[in-house]
């Protein structure tokens, strides 16, 4: 069975350049939560997606933003790239509504110059 | 602030010798997940626990979920390389919480 996965695995860009990045989830599920994880930091929730509906946000930039398809895959955006948005970003799926048991995705890593 | 707190940061040691992560908080969590990540993958989920007090066993891995299940920790016995990586806790506050919050992880290193 196929995992969560990520397009693309590396990107760069440049400072003001916006960038999106793709999820598919495991088959079956519903939810997807996008994560950060900065360099030497444990991952910080983004958003989370429940059934097309954005059910969850965190303390993110509205320069941030993400949407979920009707076959359960998501985008996440970013406008207006800054240095400190270098960082893997994860996307990880879960069956049920909320954080219990998520699986994640390998993730993309993101470099802003 | 970081809600959740793990300790140690960073741990080498030798294989075959035992350790013990930490995973400390004030708040409450109505779960709590430890994932394993190796570097420029996402985390692997190791185990949920859910009921306080509650002990799961993975192998030669032992986790625990305080009795208050504010706080977590991870037993690993007789280390072998293959068990380097970064360990990390995650809580869920509140039951269908829309969020995992994640301690900063342990870098755990073991020494052929």
């Known amino acids: 069975d196929a995992g969560v996965t990520q397009s693309p695995t590396h990107l760069i860009k440049t400072r003001g350049q916006h960038v999106t990045l793709r999820c598919s989830p495991i088959s079956g599920h519903k939810s997807v939560s996008w994560y950060q994880q900065v360099l030497g930091q444990g991952p910080q929730f983004i958003f989370q997606?429940?059934?097309?509906?954005?059910?969850g946000r965190g303390n993110f930039p509205d320069r941030f933003s993400a949407r979920q398809f009707p076959n359960y895959s998501s985008e996440l955006n970013v406008n207006a790239l800054l240095l400190g948005d270098s960082a893997l970003y994860l996307c990880a799926s879960s069956s049920l509504l909320g954080g219990y048991e998520q699986y994640f995705g390998p993730g993309t890593r993101l470099t802003v110059t | 602030t970081q809600l959740l707190e793990q300790s140690p940061q960073f741990l080498s040691i030798q294989e075959g010798e035992n350790l013990t992560v930490y995973c400390n908080s004030s708040s409450v969590f109505s779960s709590l997940q430890w994932y394993r990540q190796e570097p420029g993958e996402g985390p692997v989920l190791l185990v949920t626990?859910?009921?306080?007090?509650e002990v799961k066993k993975l192998k030669r891995l032992t986790f625990q979920f305080g009795d208050a299940r504010k706080d977590s920790s991870l037993h690993i016995t007789a280390a072998q390389p293959g068990d380097t990586g970064l360990y990390l806790c995650?809580?869920?506050?509140?039951?269908?919480?829309?969020?995992?919050?994640f301690g900063q992880g342990t870098r755990l290193t073991i020494n052929p």
């Open positions: 995650a809580g869920e506050k509140g039951k269908g919480a829309q969020k995992l919050v």
């Open positions: 997606y429940y059934e097309k509906e954005e059910r």
């Open positions: 626990v859910v009921t306080g007090g």
